[in-house]
């Protein structure tokens, strides 16, 4: 997927609204229920209320419950390798990360020093199943949505680099568009960009149909079940 998929109008509509709007209007785009390419389970977000990240994904595999068996010029040159990997385009971009620990994760990869350096390389935010550290310290507007907080980064090391990765039951693969907030996070098909849009602004009126109403002060049941057939009319 190349990184001129996605305009400046299209990006700023994404970083606008929260990941279940884009988990909706995705099946609004593709016409039926039951898209599936979404995180399972509850996840945490170090900043629930910073816009949600929006990017390429830069995907790589971590391991930290163990020392690594590998010599440390290996480990070395490949940690360089992720940083020069994290650094390129295209972007925007997500850092999402699968510690291979899971369910046991104990080193917390994302802290102070890495979400700082992501920053600095552009990137808008990390994704991973792993944990993360340092509250308080972490780059101001870089989320960070993962699977636990700890205190300790344990043994961690990179294991792999633009890998195909598991997040929370969502298969991700280098490059694949991502969309991720307090929420979890979603991978938008390449076959929905050229409408999501469109398909976003078709289910933003239809919700109104329904919001509109119920804020009023005159609202009952009989101007739900008025504004209920409008909205069921309507939606995918």
């Known amino acids: 997927m ?12 994404l970083r ?5 709007t884009v988990c909706n209007a995705i099946e609004v ?7 599936s390419q979404f995180t399972r389970g509850t996840m945490i977000c170090s900043a629930p209320q910073t816009p949600p990240m929006v990017g390429f994904a830069k995907t790589a595999k971590i391991a930290a419950l163990n020392p690594p068996t ?19 385009a295209p972007r925007p971009a997500v850092a999402v990360i ?11 990869y994302w802290g102070e020093i890495n979400t700082k350096v992501h920053k600095g390389f552009g990137i808008s935010g990390a994704l991973t199943n792993g944990v993360f550290r340092d509250l308080g310290d972490l780059a101001k507007d870089f989320p960070v949505v993962g699977g636990s907080i700890g205190p ?13 990765v598991n997040i929370f039951g969502l298969r991700i693969t280098p490059n694949e568009l991502i969309h991720a907030d307090q929420h979890g996070a979603v991978v938008i098909p390449s ?17 109104g149909m329904i919001l509109e109403p119920a804020s009023k002060k005159d609202f009952n049941f009989d101007a739900f ?9 309507s939606r995918t």
């Open 2 to 13: 190349a990184h001129e998929l996605i305009d400046s109008e299209l990006l700023a509509l």
């Open 16 to 20: 606008s609204v929260d990941t279940p």
């Open 29 to 35: 785009a593709q016409g039926k229920r039951g898209f």
């Open 70 to 88: 590998e010599s440390q010029e290996v480990i070395q040159r490949r940690r360089m390798d992720y940083y020069r990997y994290m650094s390129e």
């Open 98 to 108: 699968e510690d291979i620990d899971y369910p046991d994760c104990i080193g917390a």
């Open 152 to 164: 300790s980064h344990g043994f961690v090391h990179v294991r792999e680099i633009a890998t195909e």
């Open 191 to 207: 076959s929905v960009i050229n409408t999501l849009q469109d398909a976003i602004q078709k289910l933003l009126k239809a919700e």
């Open 225 to 233: 079940k008025d504004a209920w057939e409008k909205f069921e009319k």
